[in-house]
Structures are given as C-alpha cells and as structure tokens.
C-alpha cells in the first residue's frame, strides 16, 4: 500500500514540474492581439465596444447570449487589433 501511494506521489511530482507557467515571451490572453493588417483582426461577440479599446485573444474567445455592440468592427492600429 505504501509503496503505491509513494508511486502515486510520485507521479503527482512529475507532473507537476512537467506544468511550466508559459513563456513570458509568447504573451497571454490578456494581451491585445497583434495584426499585420484589419483581415487578422476578429470582434468577439461580448465585446469590447468603445472606439480605440484594443482586443485581447480572451475577448474573442467569449461567448455571450446578446452581443452588447453588434455594429462594432475590429481594426489593425500599430500591429495591434483594437475597435474601429
């Protein structure tokens, strides 16, 4: 029985130190979307809705009932996707 749980513990271990937090270079979903031009850009259907806000991968992601700004469109500013 002990010998199972230290298995178990150990491989509780491995996986852990196989789960690296992500490479502070590849970005989060939280950072605004990068864009050569408007066609790489994408609204998601919650939002954001204000002219100029910047679009981050978790907006897009978002699935809403209602979409709270349907007229909105998305816009590559500075190699950044924001809200036209």
């Known amino acids: 029985m002990r010998a199972a749980a ?3 513990a150990f491989s ?18 939280d950072d ?9 850009c994408h609204l998601g259907a919650c939002g ?4 100029g806000t ?10 809403c009932v ?3 700004c349907p007229s909105a469109q998305a816009a590559c500013a500075n190699h950044v996707c924001v809200v036209k």
């Open 6 to 8: 230290a298995t178990l």
């Open 12 to 29: 509780f271990v491995l996986v852990l130190g196989a789960c690296k937090p992500p490479d502070s270079a590849a970005g989060t979903s």
């Open 32 to 40: 605004p979307d990068k864009c050569e031009s408007e066609s790489d």
């Open 48 to 51: 954001p809705c204000t002219s």
């Open 54 to 63: 910047p679009i981050t991968q978790a907006e897009v992601m978002k699935e």
């Open 66 to 68: 209602v979409n709270p």
